[in-house]
């Protein structure tokens, strides 16, 4: 297995980051709305029972995004293209996760929060 092939080293790294992330956020989520830490968004951000549900819950996403993009790095095991080709689907695979984490936790809150709309 070649260590050095960036469709290994970008959702790996990126998966542990979010990971970790995800684990710090679930452990130490903040407390109060706030524009520096956390799951930031307008949808997020309008009332502190949206802002604890999207903390709790982006937390564990991050942590299941993180997971799976590890083990899509395990397809440099048996996919092994060229330099560019890797860091484009690397970097593909890394925009995905971060879209599909956004739209998850968007979707959820809406879900959680449709009636009245508080």
């Known amino acids: 297995m070649d260590f050095s092939n960036p469709l290994f080293h970008i959702p790996f790294g990126s998966g542990c980051i979010f990971m970790l ?3 710090f ?3 130490f989520p903040p407390k109060k709305i706030n524009s520096i830490y956390g799951y930031r968004t307008s949808k997020s951000m ?3 029972n949206r802002w604890n ?3 709790k819950y982006a937390s564990i996403q991050l942590i ?6 590890v ?3 395990l397809l440099s095991i048996i996919y092994q293209p060229n330099k560019e080709i890797s860091i484009l689907i690397g970097i593909v695979l890394l925009l995905t996760s971060v879209i599909t984490l956004i739209l998850k ?4 809150i809406d879900s959680k929060f449709k009636e009245n709309n508080k």
């Open 46 to 48: 309008l009332n502190q």
């Open 25 to 27: 956020q679930l452990k």
């Open 105 to 108: 936790v968007e979707k959820a």
């Open 71 to 73: 083990l899509l790095s």
């Open 53 to 55: 549900f999207a903390q």
């Open 64 to 69: 299941k995004i993180g997971f799976i993009l």
């Open 21 to 23: 992330l995800g684990l």
